[in-house]
T-cell receptor, first 115, second 111 residues
C-alpha cells in the first residue's frame, strides 16, 4: 500500500525564491498535517486539515507560509519568499480522522536548504 | 515550561540491557499519548500508544502517570536495531488535532 508521498525529497534554492512542497496523503485518510523539523526546535506542527478544510494554522511561522488542500488527495505548502532560516525537514502526515487514537503516518519528508 | 520535555540523551546501553526513559507534559488536560520512533534521516513512525492502565507490546512497555504528568517507555532485552530517537508525543486537546512532539531521546545500543 502506498504511504504518504511527498515531493520533492530534496530542495536547494536561493533565498527569495518561491518554494512549493507537495503531499499526497494515504487514500481514505481525512486528516492531513504539515510539520517542520529542525535540530533546535524539534518537530513543530505548522497546519492541519480535516476533510480538506484548514482547522488550525497557528503554527505557521508568518505570512510567507501558506498551505492549501484543493482536494482529498493533494496538499501544498508554499514559502514565498524563502529565507535561510526556513531550512529544515518538512514532513506531511495523514490519519484516518478525528479519533484521538488514530496514528499519524508520515511521509519521507522534504529536506529544504535555502542558501 | 515546555509542553513536552524529554531528556535528549544520548543513552548508551549495552545490548540485552533494559532501558527506560520518561517524558513530562505540561497540559493536565491532555487526552492522548504516544511514543514514536525516528531513525536517523527518516520519518517518525508510531511505536505505540500509551493507555491509562499501561500497555505492553513485546519488549516495550509504556506507562502513563496522570497525577505527575509523565509517561514512560521501558525497553527490555534491547537490540542493536532499537538504536533510534524516541519521541514522546501528546495530543493536548483531543480530536484530530496536530500532535505535540518532544524533541526526542537518543538511544544507542552498543554491541
Amino acid at each position: 500500500d502506498a504511504g504518504v508521498i511527498q515531493s520533492p525529497r530534496h530542495e536547494v534554492t536561493e533565498m527569495g525564491q518561491e518554494v512549493t512542497l507537495r503531499c499526497k496523503p494515504i487514500s481514505g485518510h481525512n486528516s492531513l498535517f504539515w510539520y517542520r523539523q529542525t535540530m533546535m526546535r524539534g518537530l513543530e506542527l505548522l497546519i492541519y486539515f480535516n476533510n480538506n478544510v484548514p482547522i488550525d494554522d497557528s503554527g505557521m511561522p508568518e505570512d510567507r507560509f501558506s498551505a492549501k488542500m484543493p482536494n482529498a488527495s493533494f496538499s501544498t505548502l508554499k514559502i514565498q519568499p524563502s529565507e535561510p532560516r526556513d531550512s529544515a525537514v518538512y514532513f506531511c502526515a495523514s490519519s484516518l480522522g478525528p479519533d484521538t487514537n488514530q496514528p499519524q503516518h508520515f511521509g519521507d519528508g522534504t529536506r529544504l536548504s535555502i542558501l | 515550561r515546555k509542553e513536552v520535555e524529554q531528556d535528549p540523551g544520548p543513552f548508551n546501553v549495552p545490548e540485552g540491557a533494559t532501558v527506560a526513559f520518561n517524558c513530562t507534559y505540561s497540559n493536565s488536560a491532555s487526552q492522548s499519548f504516544f511514543w514514536y520512533r525516528q531513525d536517523c534521516r527518516k520519518e517518525p513512525k508510531l511505536l505505540m500508544s500509551v493507555y491509562s492502565s499501561g500497555n505492553e507490546d513485546g519488549r516495550f512497555t509504556a506507562q502513563l502517570n496522570r497525577a505527575s504528568q509523565y509517561i514512560s517507555l521501558l525497553i527490555r532485552d534491547s537490540k542493536l536495531s532499537d538504536s533510534a530517537t524516541y519521541l514522546c508525543v501528546v495530543n493536548p486537546r483531543g480530536g484530530a488535532d496536530g500532535l505535540t512532539f518532544g524533541k526526542g531521546t537518543h538511544l544507542i545500543i552498543q554491541p
